[in-house]
Structures are given as C-alpha cells and as structure tokens.
C-alpha cells in the first residue's frame, strides 16, 4: 500500500521568505510503499521524537522519516481522499511543525495528535483526537444583509455563455480534488488567476492532430489532472488585481472580501471620477468583485466607501457541497470581467449567421479553437459543442487514438497546462 505525508516548515525569516517566492513555510511531499500499519507508522514516528527538543523537530523528522521526499517543494499540500479516485493511497500523515501537531487522514477519518506528546512519551492511535471525515464542512456563507440585495440583471451573451459555462464547469471538475478542500492563500491566487483568464479567453487552445501511441501523447500515461497534482500555473501577486474596469478582491472568507473592498473604495485608487456608473446598456456597473472562489459576490460603489451588493453565489467547490457552479454565478463571473475581453470588429458581423458559420468551420481544425474566435469576433451561433455529428467531450485520461481521428483541443496558459482537454467521441 502506498502512504502519502506532507513536512511542513517552522515560519521562515524574512530573508528566507524571499527566496522562497513568498511562501511562508517550506512543505515538502513524499511517499512509501509498505506493508507497516498505522500503529507501526505512529510508533516510528514516535521513536523519532522521544526526547527531542522541539527545536530540532523538523530536522530531525526531513532526516530520519521512512518516506522518500520529492524534489521539488511544493506550495500548498493537497488533500486526495474524499475522491472516488483515492483507492491507490492507504493514509497521508501531514507532518506540521509550524502549528506542532501530526495529522492523520484517510478514506473515512482524520485525526491529530500534538507532535509535543511525541517528544515526551511512546503514543498510540487512541492517542488521537478525531477531527471528522476527511473533507473539511462547507463553510456557511449565509450573509445577513441590513439592505436588500443587488440584483444586477448581468446579461451575458450568448455565445459567451454556451462557450465559458462549459469551460469553468470543466475547470471546476478537474481540479475537484483541491476545489473540494480547504487551500492557503498561494493556491487561491493560483486558482483565480486561471478562473480569470477562462472568463476573459485569455488562454490558448492547442490542437492535437496527430496519432497517439501506446503510451499517449509524448509519451505521456494516465489522466490529465492527478489527485495529489497542484496547478503550475503563474498566480496573481496580490489579493486585489484590477481587471478591466473592475477590481477582484481574493478571499478565503467572502465577509472579509467585502470589508476589504469596502476599505479599498475608500481609497485613492477609486476616486468617484474613475468610476463608471453604468454599462453602455445603462445597467449599473460592478466595481468590486469578491471571489473566494467557492463563492462570488459583485459589489457597485454607491459612494466613497458605500457598497451594495450581491448575495453570495456558490462558484467553484469540487462538485461536493453545494455542487457545481450556478448559472446565476458564472453569470458574475463572465459580465462583470467583460471589459477585459477582446472587443474586435469585423466586417464579417454584418455577413448572415449561416455565413459566419462557415467562416468559422475554416477557421481551425477543431471546432473548439473555432468557438473561441466566434467569442472574441462576435461571430456565429453558440457553440454546441459538436464536432460535425459527434459531441466534444471533456476527457480526464490520455487517450491512444490512432492519426486521423478527431482533434485533441487543450487548453493552455502561457507555457502551463490547464487540465482542461476535450475530444469529439461518440458517446
């Protein structure tokens, strides 16, 4: 059986903090294959500490754990059980020195023990305080609100909606893995700025078109996104990025959100002259979203620091929970970030439906780079998700294919893969 374990890190020093991008404490990711048990594991690891003095913990534990640690650090520890796709993994133990306690999670439970106990005597699994399953609850983002909640009708085209809704739904599927946990502050600047860039199509479709081999493509097996795998894509640099002409506040908790956008409006950086009231369509404008990323909420400046707002909607948790996104919060998410989208004319608007149809089927091989440029264009009917008679598919696995058959569209950002592949099969 294969038991997982994270090492996480003391605070680092200021100096430290700086080479290391920012994080705060160094996590390290490592596994064995064993036939030991919990209890023998729990008993190594107290043999380990006996009369350690806490200061030496860590080290200590880098050295003389059982498990082989990954080359690379990682930034946020992940989570794979509660996942249909956890059978593989008996146990993760997650090693945090920085809060001094061992935690022990598995398909059914989790639990924890102070490491200080370790150092002071031989203990047991009884030892161990239960936790719970091993999902984190929802947190409850019932929102009390002293005014009547903004209902901003936040139209959305329709090409736009039929083409980005399955886009996100996609992203929220396979990244269910961490969407489904709780994350630090790393991971949310990580999973907004790709929930950003597929609202306002700043990604890249790159088409497939030649055979599989036995193992995949380049040689590649097995599925896209892993359970144990982190995103490696670039993240925002800070908790409040402007896009377009709205500012996103990042969040883990969405009243926090609210209090910071708040504080922001009262800034300097919005004056009441760099405000937009409306749309071109007359509709008030949102000036702040706020986006935890399991929930969203749009907020419209009323005055130097007055805010009204949305209710929380329920955006990206995994497919656990509250489920899959609400239309009504993709909704948010692609209109109030519509300024930061390409905005291109072309004579070609004016030519019928079914002409700019035909244009766009020559535009690519695949039909999916095809309803991306009718987004940007504002050319043709809403994507059906169709490759001729056959439906384009998200897919979860690299597939062996042989040359000839439909193309492969997966969507990148910059140099990074984005987890999201689609294929027209017959289903």
Known sequence: ????AYLISAPLSAWQEVSAHDRPNRIFFGYRTTGEGDEEHLGRFSEILLDLEKEGTFDALHILLPFKWNDDEKYDMVNPFGDPRQDQYHALWTFDTRNDVLRYTNANRCSQISLGLLRERAVSLADMEPLGGPIPVPLDHTFDSETPFWQPHAGVD?????????????????????????????????????????????????ENTSGHGPLGVHGLRGVHVWITHLPAWESFEADIVRVGTVWVVLCQDIRNGLS?????????????????????????QAHYMILSVKHIMLCHATGRASLKHTAPEPLFNGDYGTGPPSDLALNYLI???????????????????????????????????AAKLGCMLGLGSPF????????????????????????????????????????????
Do not use: C
Request: a positive charge; charged letters at 20%; hydrophobic letters at 40%.
């Open 260 to 284: 910071i956008a708040q504080q922001h409006a009262a800034s300097r950086e919005v004056s009441t002259t760099e405000r937009p009231i409306t749309t071109t369509s007359g509709e008030e």
């Open 1 to 4: 059986m294969i038991v997982l």
């Open 335 to 369: 209109w109030a970030t519509a300024s930061a989208r390409p905005s291109i004319s072309t004579t070609i608007q004016s030519l019928p439906i079914e002409v700019q149809d035909i244009i766009l089927d020559h535009s690519s091989v695949g039909t999916v780079v």
């Open 384 to 427: 059906l998700w169709k490759d001729g008679p056959i439906t384009v598919t998200l897919e979860d696995r690299y597939l062996i294919r042989p040359s000839g058959s439909s193309v492969e569209s997966q969507v990148w950002f910059g140099e990074h893969k984005s987890g999201i592949v689609y294929l027209a099969k017959a289903i």
């Open 158 to 206: 329709d090409r736009m909606r039929a083409f980005a809704h399955r886009l996100l739904r996609g992203f929220n599927h396979q990244w269910r893995h961490i969407l489904r946990n709780s994350y630090n502050s790393v991971t949310l600047r990580v999973l907004s700025r790709a929930i950003i860039r597929l609202s306002t199509l700043d990604f890249e479709v790159r």
